[in-house]
């Protein structure tokens, strides 16, 4: 099973990225897919997630900025991010967990991509 991550970089305060994640080697349909973060010195968090029925979940903090989506037929899954703020810059990892519902700790996942760098800086 392979999660390839692209999209990652740089951007000023109030821009716009958009991740992708391709998943190989899985039934992908029957996985949900989520997005988790991580910045320097502090602990992996669940970013935002959506189950194989499309349930969505986002942390409180990137409401209304981040969209994630899913295209079964290409295996891949999109996390959108607008209005990004600095507190955003963290190393992006897309990650797998073969269950219906939303599971939050990043240890019950089965398979994680490489990670992404974004750095939102002027």
């Known amino acids: 099973v392979q999660l390839a991550e692209s999209g990652g970089g740089l951007v000023q305060p109030g821009g716009s990225l958009r991740l992708s994640c391709e998943a190989s080697?899985?039934?992908?349909?029957?996985?949900?897919m989520s997005w988790f973060r991580q910045a320097p010195g502090k602990e992996r968090e669940l970013t935002a997630a959506?189950?194989?029925?499309?349930?969505?979940y986002y942390l409180d903090s990137v409401k209304g900025r981040f969209t994630i989506s899913r295209d079964n037929a290409k295996n891949t899954v999109i996390l959108q991010m607008n209005s990004l703020r600095p507190e955003d810059t963290a190393v992006y990892f897309c990650?797998?967990?073969?269950?219906?519902?939303?599971?939050?700790?990043?240890?019950?996942?089965?398979?994680w991509g490489q990670g992404t760098q974004v750095t939102v800086s002027s």
């Open positions: 990650a797998a967990i073969q269950r219906s519902q939303l599971v939050y700790g990043p240890n019950a996942y089965n398979y």
């Open positions: 080697g899985l039934t992908f349909s029957l996985y949900g």
């Open positions: 959506i189950t194989p029925s499309g349930w969505l």
